[in-house]
């Protein structure tokens, strides 16, 4: 019989090798066996995912991907308003995130890669990132909201104050941490011998950064930036409070709109057709996919370029 | 100097200049958002806020226990699920660089981080809660648990990749059997940033709203049954956020300021440990 | 090698173990959990319910957990058996009670009021406003609040030129389905464009979640109008209109005006819009709240206790309970109202038993 898996100390019982053997084959099966596990799981989202789709797939067909009324009264369900809404969010979020993101990575890795102002800055950015969704969508709404309203009295716009254009500034502030580390640790990769050839020839620290640096980080800033859009595409909670969930193709981007995440939560639970429930699953499955690709071409590139 | 050089030096300069000014900017809305929630929370926050649940609506005097019982419940729920299964994923990623189903393994749990919380709520409502029949904590904790995989496995794969293999090869030298090895020698040393992965992966869910939209669901009294909904800091605060009644204002700013200083919290100790234990997450 | 100590080992073992009790123990405490009902649905109707449910607990020591998740959300829940009983402003379309397949019951709470709310600045409560104004509003062609045709029924009040920005629901919504109800019947623009539903292609505006949502939106945005629960409106002292009705009175929604649109004879089943009633005085938005439950309770391993449970608090709904609605301002139940809602609950049965 196998014994003394975990022999107490005091206690010496004879160790019956066969049992061991036993043991250890049990724990290697149980490593790879959870190796696997990961497996299924992902393939398994992936086939729940489009096991739900079915309906939907079936009854609106691949027209479903521009359709742009989304009307759960009379079942016609097209998902390109949400679309455009999560690329407007996602895009305009990324185009304002990328200064201050290539910024702080500039000055961590290049200017000041060491001493307690780089890490009260470093620490700084890693906490942005640690802050919950719900509480930028909380304050996004009470502090945000109000001011682009005033901006929007003042330039005569229709004050919503929620919309398209405030749910980008609260993911610009969400996703700078991304592409900021992903851009330190790219750019502290860079050779000294690189930087010190172009200063011995005379540059100064801007030409270096712009004409030796970044030309060499090149690949992996956009994966940075790759990552920082997968995550404004899939995020849900802060967008949903503050872009005024309307299902139309936005008129402007101070107009409200609904990204495919914000109109699933808001959906899900009442989504009381076979159709409609499909609807926004295959919205689902059209955000998974593209979220995964999106961050497997980015860590496709920074795995190659850490590998160079 | 000719003036060329000074010109090029100032333009050096100056982006210099405007480089780290738009670096710090970021702390700004950082540091705004936590002195707001902070000056709103603090008032609200009292024995009877600590301890009493939500009144109907209308009437003051509620507080958010059954969203702080909750949401400790859950992330403990998930946390007793994930942690094993991610430390074990983590040890066979380390342990198995090359092989065919390790390639594949690490490419499923880099898709898994990708995947976006929502998408896993769905997931889990039809896998857990339509067959149970029933909204659930544990159903939310699974949908939890799930998020915190990619997290614990690659920080366990990290920090057990820098444990240098001569100290496994010692311990089968040594004749000790393959799990004794990993368990009781390579973990322990591992240790560390083993926690540091838990602590982080916990401080990533216990903010998270959207898988337990529709698996917990929610729930106005105070539960401690895991088969049963149940409510959590982030849900009490989205659904009170977005109401237009001042005292469920006041219940979500209380809330708030708890739980962003947990998740902060959190972080912060995690910088420390795997500072001092000078770790490599 | 770490060793741990043997004290840390102990200590952490103890809490280990205590953590893991805690969450077993939880659940074997309230394993006799038939003390815990689970309802799911109208927004519409939560401010009532939970203070209805608050004061059963208080006397009988169930809890109903009731999340007001939208109507719609309330029936695709009942239909996928995960709650025991759904609320909705609306009662179940053809679609919906072919996909739940077996018989339900809709038995008839109390009647509300949607209110049509703004946020004016100023002094502007109970501004006077048409059927066709309010679809012309909602369907987008009427853009400013200084219209002439809005000023021309509101003489000796001055109204700001903002502009009119529309709240509206933008989850399944019972509130939505009383009022597309009432303004397809005034409004044939509106029926042929919109039509009525619980989740409609609103032609503009913001969404917001529940009659929370739509309610914070219009607090917060200045020139905002949207369609509420009475109560709503009240509890956080917005403005809300008085409309025209059939008759041609402009009503102010009250408790009285609800109560004579809801004077009507329901039929067996109870399922009866009163919206743009021909009481003369009565407010013309005006809706039941129905719960819905199976006729048969015998589903999913329930068990009887339980079915008995749930009857039990429904009787006392339209019982006991109807006592919180008028202080709230939903009407309580006419005598011939409980009549049928009695007859119906008597309807549910156990294994072929009445419950009741």
């Known amino acids: 019989m196998p014994t003394a898996i975990a022999a107490p100390q005091r206690v010496v019982r004879k160790k019956n090798s066969y049992g061991q053997i036993r043991a250890e084959s049990l724990f290697r099966r149980t490593l790879v066996i959870v190796g696997v596990a990961m497996l299924l799981l992902v393939t398994g989202i992936l086939i729940t995912l489009i096991i739900g789709s079915i309906p939907s797939i079936k009854s609106l067909g691949i027209k479903y991907l521009w359709g742009t009324t989304w009307d759960p009264v009379n079942n016609v369900y097209g998902a390109l308003p949400f679309l455009i809404g999560t690329l407007l969010t996602s895009f305009l979020a990324l185009i304002m995130s990328v200064p201050f993101s290539f910024a702080i990575a500039i000055y961590l890795g290049e200017y000041n890669p060491k001493g307690w102002l780089s890490n009260f800055l470093k620490n700084m950015v890693e906490l942005i990132a ?123 981007i101070f107009a409200p709109g609904n990204t495919m995440a914000s109109v699933i939560a808001n959906e899900f639970t009442e989504a009381d057709r076979t159709v409609y429930l499909s609807a926004l699953i295959e919205l689902g499955l059209v955000l998974f996919l593209v979220t995964v690709i999106i961050n497997m071409i980015g860590k496709r590139i920074i795995k190659r370029f850490t590998n160079e | 100097m000719n003036a060329h050089v000074k010109y090029r030096v100032g333009k050096s300069r100056a982006v210099q200049a405007l480089i780290v000014f738009m670096a710090f900017l970021i702390t700004v809305p950082l540091i705004l958002i936590i002195v707001y929630i902070f000056r709103e929370g603090i008032t609200k926050i009292n024995w009877t806020f600590l301890t009493r649940v939500p009144k109907p609506v209308g009437e003051t005097g509620g507080g958010i226990a059954n969203a702080l019982i909750g949401s400790i419940l859950i992330v403990l729920a998930a946390s007793v699920i994930a942690i094993p299964i991610g430390i074990l994923g983590g040890i066979y990623l380390s342990e198995n660089k090359n092989t065919r189903l390790s390639y594949w393994s690490r490419l499923a749990v880099d898709v898994l981080q ?77 240790i560390s940033g083993i926690l540091s992965g838990i602590m982080l992966s916990i401080a990533r869910i216990a903010g998270e709203t959207a898988p337990l939209l529709f698996t917990a669901f929610g729930n106005p009294y105070l539960n401690t049954n895991l088969t049963k909904p149940m409510q959590s800091l982030p849900l009490l605060i989205f659904n009170y956020a977005t109401s237009p009644y001042d005292d469920w204002h006041d219940l979500a700013w209380g809330a708030a300021l708890i739980l962003l200083f947990t998740v902060l919290l959190l972080n912060i100790i995690t910088k420390i440990t795997s500072r001092r234990w000078n770790v490599q997450l | 090698m770490i060793t741990f100590s043997k004290s840390f080992r102990q200590i952490a073992a103890t809490l280990s173990l205590a953590f893991l009790a805690v969450l077993t123990l939880g659940s074997r405490v309230s394993a006799q959990d038939d003390k815990t009902l689970l309802g799911a649905g109208s927004t519409f109707i939560y401010p009532l319910f939970s203070k209805m449910f608050s004061d059963y ?101 001055t109204i700001p030129g903002l502009p009119i920005l529309v709240a509206h629901r933008s989850d399944g919504s019972g509130t939505t389905n009383i009022f597309t109800n009432y303004l397809s019947k005034v409004s044939a623009d509106w029926k042929a464009k919109v039509g009525n539903g619980s989740a409609v292609n609103w032609p503009s505006g913001l969404g917001g979640k529940g009659n929370e949502g739509v309610a914070g939106l219009v607090k917060q945005t200045p020139g905002a109008i949207g369609y509420v629960e009475l109560i709503y409106a009240l509890q956080n002292k917005m403005d809300y209109a008085k409309i025209q009705n059939k008759k041609g009175k402009f009503i102010v929604p009250s408790l009285a005006s609800v109560t004579a649109a809801g004077n009507v004879k329901l039929p067996d089943d109870s399922k009866i819009f009163i919206t743009d009633t021909d009481a003369a005085d009565g407010y013309p938005i005006a809706g039941f709240t129905w719960v819905i439950i199976y006729k048969d309770q015998n589903y999913n391993g329930r068990s009887a206790d339980r079915a008995t449970k749930l009857l039990k608090l429904l009787w006392w709904n339209i019982h006991e309970g109807q006592a919180f609605a008028a202080p709230l301002n939903y009407a309580p139940l006419s005598k011939e109202a409980l009549k049928t809602a009695e007859k119906i609950l008597k309807s549910a049965t156990y294994k072929g038993k009445a419950i009741l």
């Open chain 1, 130 to 252: 640690a802050v919950p969704s719900v509480i930028y969508g909380f304050w996004g709404l009470l502090v945000l909201v109000p001011i682009v309203r005033e901006l929007e009295m003042k330039f005569n716009i229709l004050p919503y104050g929620i919309g398209i254009f405030t749910s980008a500034l609260i993911l610009t502030i969400m996703i700078i941490p991304y592409a900021a580390s992903l851009g330190r640790e790219m750019i502290r990769l860079v050779p000294s011998p690189l930087k010190e050839g172009a200063y011995s020839l005379g540059a100064t620290r801007y030409e270096v950064i712009r004409n030796v640096i970044l030309p060499y980080t090149k690949s992996g800033l956009f994966a940075g930036v790759l990552l920082s859009l997968g995550r404004a595409l899939g995020e849900t909670m802060a967008v949903t409070m503050v872009i005024g969930n309307t299902s139309i193709i936005p008129t402007s």
């Open chain 2, 114 to 190: 990708g995947v976006p919380s929502i998408v896993i709520g769905i997931v889990v409502y039809f896998w857990v809660v339509k067959p149970i029949g029933t909204f659930s904590a544990i159903s939310g904790s699974v949908a939890l648990a799930i998020m915190m995989l990619p997290i614990l496995i690659r920080s366990t794969e990290e920090t057990l990749k820098l444990i240098p293999s001569s100290l496994k090869e010692a311990g089968l030298a040594l004749g000790l059997p393959y799990h004794r090895v990993i368990l009781k020698v390579i973990v322990p040393c591992g």
């Open chain 3, 57 to 157: 607990n208080t006397r009988t020591g169930i809890q109903v957990n009731y999340q007001s998740i939208g109507s719609g959300g309330g029936i695709l829940q009942l239909t996928n058996k995960t709650v025991d009983f759904g609320a909705s402003d609306a009662p179940l379309n053809d679609e919906q009670a072919t996909k739940i397949g077996v018989p339900v019951l809709h038995i008839p709470q109390a009647s509300g009021a949607v209110v049509v709310t703004y946020n004016l600045p100023g002094e502007n409560n109970n501004i006077s406003l048409t059927p066709d104004i309010i679809a012309d509003i909602f369907l987008g062609k009427i853009k400013t609040w200084n219209d002439p045709r809005i000023t021309g029924i509101n003489k000796g009040v």
